[in-house]
């Protein structure tokens, strides 16, 4: 509720302003307005594994420290100097984060131009020269079914889709990945251990990219990352 996070927000940092609701699926997000400033607030409610979020905010202060061109998110630390904070109220666990706003278009809300892809091929590749260089084990460690590498994990929930159509076609794409991939028919799950690993951003779609005069200015959202073949 906006009047919780009104609360919070001037309990734990000592912001006042105007609140924005953002669209979210693992937290309650909201664009904060406070004079010139702009963050977003982000509340979990019930997370099973406050670990990764406190490891997603180290590799946005390890990635803003070694490279500001990237123009990230950085988290914002409490008035007691922490970068996350959790709580207990009545029933629930709550666990509070801030990070800059970063503006900007998203290219979902542009045309994109030949010179446009090529900024976000230059801007990814300058990502993950500098995800190479971390470590984490709290992400290496992640079992995650959006990390196709342990598609085990979708495996397990084609039984709750309805149609027996669509199950068939989520099965034909792991066969295919698993068996037949590429012109030299080979098995991915048998050379994966062979391949580079890093930690990944794992959502670069088009709303989590933001464009400032169709070049690709900065990546949002952190909350997938993942450790697989880079």
């Known amino acids: 509720m906006k009047s919780r996070a009104h609360r919070l927000l001037n309990e734990h940092y000592g912001i006042t302003g105007n609140l924005k609701r953002l669209n979210a699926y693992a937290s309650e997000n909201y664009l904060v307005i406070s004079g010139d400033n702009k963050f977003v607030f982000k509340i979990y409610i019930n997370n099973d594994n406050p670990l990764l979020i406190q490891s997603e905010n180290e590799i946005l202060l390890a990635l803003n420290s070694s490279n500001r061109s990237l123009n990230l998110p950085c988290p914002v630390k409490t008035k007691n100097g922490e970068y ?17 706003y970063i503006e900007g278009t998203f ?42 590498g342990q598609l085990y994990l979708v495996e ?20 295919q990945y698993n068996e037949n991939v590429g012109q030299y028919n080979e098995n991915v799950g048998r050379i994966s251990h062979q391949l580079r690993h890093s930690i990944i951003h794992n959502d670069c779609h088009e709303w989590n990219i933001l464009t400032n005069k169709n070049q690709v200015t900065s990546l949002i959202d952190f909350g997938d990352i993942v450790y697989m073949p880079h």
């Open 107 to 148: 290219l979902a809300e542009m045309v994109p131009d030949k010179m446009s892809y090529k900024s976000l091929g230059i801007y990814l590749a300058s990502l993950d020269h500098e995800l190479l260089k971390l470590k984490n084990p709290i992400i290496e460690s992640r079992k995650f079914q959006w990390n196709i």
């Open 84 to 100: 996350q904070f959790a709580f207990q109220e009545k029933e629930s666990h709550y666990i509070i984060r801030l990070l800059t």
């Open 156 to 175: 397990e929930k084609i039984k709750y889709i309805n149609e027996p159509s669509r199950q068939n076609l989520v099965r034909h794409f792991i066969l």
